[in-house]
T-cell receptor, first 111, second 118 residues
Framework: QQQVKQSPQSLIVQKGGISIINCAYE??????FPWYQQFPGKGPALLIA?????SEKKEGRFTISFNKSAKQFSLHIMDSQPGDSATYFC??????????FGTGTRLQVFP | GAVVSQHPSRVICKSGTSVKIECRSL??????MFWYRQFPKKSLMLMAT?????????EQGVEKDKFLINHASLTLSTLTVTSAHPEDSSFYIC??????????????FGPGTRLLVL
């Protein structure tokens, strides 16, 4: 019940396209869902986060869609750019408890 | 805001020696700090959670005598890898969280420390 399943493992998108990464969870007590971006050799950086009381949150080109009934949430990167090429991790937690991370998605955006 | 630093960024040591890694929150007080380990192309593995002034809570399977964690102040936590061996070579990342911030659950990550044990 503590797992967060992330897919796909890798994603190749053309510049200007939409990148979509999906995550699913089982523990309905999770109430905080962040997405992190990590470049090689660097620490993860918080991109955007959502709580289950909203179904969508948008910040610039990044949007989280949240489906509470399906226990799924996804990250959409609009107008994907080569600079977005990185590994993306979804995560979930119950309040201030520890974060449970997904397995990561390696995104490559080609010009 | 919410900047976390780590020092050193990379370290090479001989087998059997101890290595200390520092994690600092630069512009906020971190009530809780976390230490993670990450293998190449893998997700982050939580090693331990530390609260200022109290003993760290280690995850199952993590040797607390090997990975010593000290959270002496609200801005500094240290991880000491004692008697390091080649299998301890990894990327170590800390994160910090503040109950004073709007999103109390948010963890802010440091840039990581690459440890290579020869």
């Amino acid at each position: 019940q503590q797992q967060v399943k992330q897919s796909p493992q890798s994603l190749i998108v053309q510049k200007g396209g939409i990148s979509i990464i999906n995550c699913a969870y089982e523990n309905t007590a999770f109430d905080y869902f962040p997405w992190y971006q990590q470049f090689p050799g660097k620490g993860p950086a918080l991109l955007i986060a959502i709580r289950p009381d909203v179904s969508e949150k948008k910040e610039g080109r990044f949007t989280i869609s949240f489906n509470k009934s399906a226990k799924q949430f996804s990250l959409h990167i609009m107008d994907s750019q080569p600079g977005d090429s990185a590994t993306y991790f979804c995560a979930a937690s119950m309040g201030t408890d520890k974060l449970i991370f997904g397995t990561g998605t390696r995104l490559q955006v080609f010009p | 805001g919410a900047v976390v630093s780590q020092h050193p960024s990379r370290v090479i040591c001989k087998s059997g020696t101890s290595v200390k890694i520092e994690c600092r929150s630069l512009d906020f007080q971190a009530t809780t700090m976390f230490w993670y380990r990450q293998f190449p192309k893998k997700s982050l593995m939580l090693m331990a959670t530390s609260n200022e002034g109290s003993k760290a809570t280690y995850e199952q399977g993590v040797e607390k005598d090997k990975f010593l964690i000290n959270h002496a102040s609200l801005t500094l936590s240290t991880l000491t890898v004692t008697s390091a061996h080649p299998e301890d070579s990894s990327f170590y990342i800390c994160s910090a969280r503040s109950l004073a911030r709007a999103y109390q659950e948010t963890q802010y990550f440091g840039p990581g420390t690459r440890l290579l044990v020869l």
